[in-house]
């Protein structure tokens, strides 16, 4: 029998390539920012309506949740969860295709229009074998994944694990770093904790030829940017991997001005949840402390952001091992520790979760660009092999 399903996945996927790929090509014209996603959601919603798969939208603002069950399933029986994000990035698009954001500002940068097409793909892959798969399957698209506090953390409270229970989740991203037609796992430990620093820097402006008349926030803030990196050098076990970046720097003088104010931002990320709640309140501490030694003051804000993200050995060995088997061990990759983040991380520390890589770069037709850039673009042909293997998951 299973190997009758791996036959029907296979086929089906090819099947649904140039649907999956409409999907794609629509959501990607038509793209929208993190919690406002209404017009997508109505798009997913038509979509699981026409595969007569039963769902419930405006779950954690703007998400949707669809449940495929067999006939040999129950209600209240526990449960596959299959996620999709749904929402992209404020980034002008620089690409000059058929299939170009047709909103200004507005792209899929880093693949949320990949995932849910594929999602899609797959409620009707799985519609068709659901009285020949052991678990009712819940379908998750989720809102709001770019910009904190993270889709995920609503579509918990709403109950996206229970009624009924969610024993695991499986989700994919893409992967510009990995060629098309393999994929990537890790198991344990894989993706970074990330929080967001805001700092203001009071201080008191001047003349740049009186400066001892003035108390220079410019010099207080590249002072801070450079001692608080000790947090990470000297304060945190080395085996501990920790990321402390400011990205941002604002101080609107002039040639001959110093300002009275700095804006600084940045961000935190770690694989500790322990160091993290430590380091946190290290950077407050110090940012403070240095500010008020050189006679200004400091205004920290630190916005909680996700957590790391932890794959289920177990889960993720089994799927890993069934993709080797579909797509062969040439196209299956072992994964190193990223310090980027993902909120999926929420789920992983409230249920067993494999998160996967999807391979989507191919150098001959010039789709090289990472993710969060405005010439990001895949090869289609990804789209057929994260059906099959995000398929692969529920049999």
Known sequence: MKNNLEEFIKSKSLELFEKVKGYREYMHQHPELSFQEEKTMEFVA???TKLNIPFKKGIGGTGVVGFIKGKHHSDQMECIGLRADLDALPIQEENEVSYKSQVAGVMHACGHDVHTSILLGVAEIINEIKDEIPFPVKLIFQP???????????????????NPVVKELYALH???DMSVGKVGFREGIYMASSDEVYVTINGKGGHGATPNKAIDPILIGATIVTSIQQIVSRRCDPIIPSVLTFGHFEGLGETNVIPSKVLLKGTFRTLNEEWR????????NQIELIAQSMGGTADVSISRGYPYLEN?????????QKAKNFLGEENVEDLPIRMTSEDFAFYSQEKPVCFFRLG???EEKGIVHGVHNGRFDIDSNALVIGMQVMSLSVI
Do not use: C, H, W
């Open 360 to 362: 989507v770069r191919n």
């Open 144 to 162: 709001g994944e770019e910009k904190n506090p993270g889709g995920a953390t609503y579509m918990i409270r709403d109950g996206v694990l229970e």
């Open 46 to 48: 038509n979509a699981l």
């Open 312 to 320: 289920n050995p177990k889960i993720t060995l089994q799927l890993s």
């Open 174 to 176: 893409v992967f510009p």
């Open 277 to 284: 709640e430590e380091a946190l309140t290290l950077i407050k």
